[in-house]
């Protein structure tokens, strides 16, 4: 099931906001205030945000479609050893 739009924007302001991971994320603010519209989030951009938000979004809230424990195992890009509790 997706996230709905206000799941979205919890997960935004919980973040610090759209320009705050922009910025991180090196995209502009009309992008990132776009996703609750879509309903998603661009997986790529999960890890980051589960990072600014202190661990209060898992990547597997945000995005249930993608198989992040393959990925926090593996230690992929943005996930390292530690979050996937090796």
Excluded: H, Y
Excluded at 25 to 48: F, K, T, Y
Excluded at 55 to 69: A, K, L, N, T
Aim: proline letters at 7%; glycine letters at 8%.
């Amino acid at each position: 099931m997706r996230p709905t739009s206000e799941f979205i924007r919890e997960v935004i302001r919980a973040c610090g906001g759209a320009s705050k991971i922009a910025e991180a994320r090196g995209v502009l603010p009309s992008a990132v205030n776009n996703w609750p519209l879509r309903r998603q989030i661009p997986a790529d951009c999960c890890p980051s945000l589960e990072k600014l938000s202190l661990g209060r979004f898992r990547c597997e809230q945000m995005r249930p479609d993608v198989e992040w424990s393959v990925l926090r195992a593996s230690g992929a890009e943005g996930f390292s050893r530690v979050d996937s509790g090796l």
